[in-house]
């Protein structure tokens, strides 16, 4: 037998390590916090005063759970670990306000192989500035050290949210109507999806350096694959006050097609014309890398749209009004129709602009 007693931290566990990070995190989520929220960081649970919903008639929760994939893995080997809160978030939030609801609070978990302390209080920083951009509140999470399953280096993240949206004003399939306009609102590059393809593609097969400057992107490759997704909540939720918006779609796995899909209801039909914009140079870089082909690509990335919004026809001017005064690249991509014997919910026509 050994004769040194066993201990947490010979186990691989350091909770003074596990401490520091919360003391560093402090600052961060304290400025993520609403009226509504009670208590501060440290407790077993976060506190959210359902008071406040004595507002609404008939206050409908949404809720939603999501990660960032293995986008976390060109953060890990860049060594910057402040933008993947941001894509956290967004998965999240940007999923709430599909129908409508004011994103209210959200938890988040983050599995590490080894606590850095500094590199924990990063993520959190990134997840508490992507709470601020989503209007919601922070109200807790978990660190968890996993050795022996994760790698020193290794890590994942992944979140929790929770909004509200008045029963009368639900969004979703049931309000869109023949002769709503598709708006297409610009996404801030990959997201949060596909990262899988895009590894296997530019860095194993191709075996292109994250580090190297690439021309046609601007920066390096490294700097375009952690651009962080962007947070449609606070835009999504001017249109609901501007227009009377029948439905969101965010664009993330399955691609435009399948995710505006989703919302469309029985006997009608999305038609979306690639002629309207121009996907951003990482895309064409991915399926002429790969040779993938675009169906593929279009199945698995989301090819320049973030978040979709189908609006009556006589709203689209307002609604792009709207998103041009909040600084979001948006235009008409599209339109309902009825459903024909061969059509399906969502339908891309014509060639990409260039």
């Given at each position: 037998m050994s004769e040194t007693s066993a201990s947490y931290a010979s186990a691989g566990v350091d909770i003074e390590a596990g401490d520091r990070a919360v003391e560093l995190m402090k600052e961060w989520v304290k400025k993520t916090q609403r009226p509504e929220v009670l208590g501060g960081l440290g407790g077993f649970a976060g506190l959210f005063d359902a008071s406040a919903l004595k507002r609404f008639e008939r206050p409908l929760l949404a809720s939603a759970t999501d990660g960032v994939g293995t986008k976390v893995d060109i953060a890990r080997r860049l060594g910057v670990y402040d933008t993947i809160g941001h894509d956290l978030v967004a998965m999240v939030m940007d999923d709430i306000v599909v129908c409508g609801a004011e994103p209210l609070f959200m938890t988040d978990y983050i599995c590490v192989g080894k606590v850095h302390p500094e590199r924990v209080a990063a993520i959190v920083k990134g997840i508490a500035e992507g709470c601020v951009l989503a209007g919601c509140a922070l109200v807790g999470g978990e660190t968890a050290e996993h050795p022996g399953l994760l790698g020193p280096d290794d890590f994942d993240v992944a979140g929790a949210g929770t909004g509200v949206v008045e029963a009368d004003r639900l969004l979703g399939a049931d309000r869109i109507r023949t002769g709503d306009a598709v708006i297409a609102m610009a996404a801030s590059g990959l997201h949060s999806n596909g990262y899988s393809l895009v590894r296997h593609v530019l860095l194993d097969q191709a075996g292109l350096d994250l580090e190297a400057r690439v021309d046609e992107l601007g920066r390096t490759l490294g700097e375009e694959l952690l651009v962080p997704t962007k947070i449609y909540s606070l835009d999504c939720l001017a249109l609901t006050r501007t227009t009377d918006a029948h439905a969101f779609?965010?664009?993330?796995?399955?691609?435009?097609?399948?995710?505006?899909?989703?919302?469309?209801?029985?006997?009608?039909?999305?038609?979306?014309?690639?002629?309207?914009?121009?996907?951003?140079?990482?895309?064409?870089?991915?399926?002429?890398?790969?040779?993938?082909?675009?169906?593929?690509?279009?199945?698995?990335?989301?090819?320049?749209?973030?978040?979709?919004?189908?609006?009556p026809e006589d709203s689209a001017d307002v609604a792009l009004e709207t998103l041009a005064d909040r600084r979001v690249e948006a235009?008409?991509?599209?339109e309902i129709t009825e459903r024909g014997d061969h059509t399906t919910g969502a339908e891309m026509v014509g060639d990409y602009s260039v």
């Open positions: 779609s965010h664009v993330t796995g399955g691609g435009l097609a399948a995710n505006l899909a989703r919302v469309i209801p029985d006997g009608l039909h999305a038609v979306v014309d690639r002629s309207t914009w121009t996907p951003a140079p990482i895309f064409d870089l991915v399926g002429k890398t790969g040779r993938v082909e675009r169906l593929e690509l279009e199945k698995t990335l989301n090819m320049g749209v973030g978040m979709i919004a189908i609006v235009w008409v991509a599209g």
